[in-house]
Nanobody
Framework: QVQLVESGGGLVQAGGSLRLSCAAS????????MGWFRQAPGKEREFVGA????????FYADSVKGRFTISRDNAKNTVYLQMNSLKPEDTAVYYC??????????????WGQGTQVTVSS
C-alpha cells in the first residue's frame, strides 16, 4: 500500500521557519517527482515545489523561491520542505505528492493527507 505521510506543520509567527517531512512507502518512487502543494482556505490547491529523487532537478513556485527549499533523504525515503521567512499568506494545508511531471498537478498519482501550516502576523 502506497503511503505518503506528512508531518511538521504547526503555528509559527511571521518571519519564522518550519520544516515539513514526507515519508514515502509502499513502492519505489525513483522515477517520480516528489512535490509539495498547498491549499489555503477558499483557494485552489497550488504547486509549491518539486524535486526528482536524485536532486538534479528541482522546481519552485515564484511565490516561495528563495524562501523554501526541498531536500530528500533517499535512505529514509523522505522528502523535506524547509520553509523560512514565513508570511501569513503561506498559511495553508500542505500536501506531499508523487507525480510524473514536476509542475503538473494532474500528473501526481499519490497524495498525502496534508499538514496544516499557520503563520500568524
Amino acid at each position: 500500500q502506497v503511503q505518503l505521510v506528512e508531518s511538521g506543520g504547526g503555528l509559527v509567527q511571521a518571519g519564522g521557519s518550519l520544516r515539513l517531512s514526507c515519508a514515502a512507502s509502499g513502492r519505489t518512487f525513483s522515477s517520480y517527482y516528489m512535490g509539495w502543494f498547498r491549499q489555503a482556505p477558499g483557494k485552489e490547491r497550488e504547486f509549491v515545489g518539486a524535486t526528482n529523487w536524485s536532486g538534479t532537478s528541482t522546481f519552485y513556485a515564484d511565490s516561495v523561491k528563495g524562501r523554501f527549499t526541498i531536500s530528500r533523504d533517499n535512505a529514509k525515503n523522505t522528502v523535506y520542505l524547509q520553509m523560512n521567512s514565513l508570511k501569513p499568506e503561506d498559511t495553508a494545508v500542505y500536501y506531499c505528492a508523487a507525480g510524473r511531471i514536476a509542475t503538473t498537478q494532474s500528473s501526481y498519482d499519490y497524495w498525502g493527507q496534508g499538514t496544516q501550516v499557520t503563520v500568524s502576523s
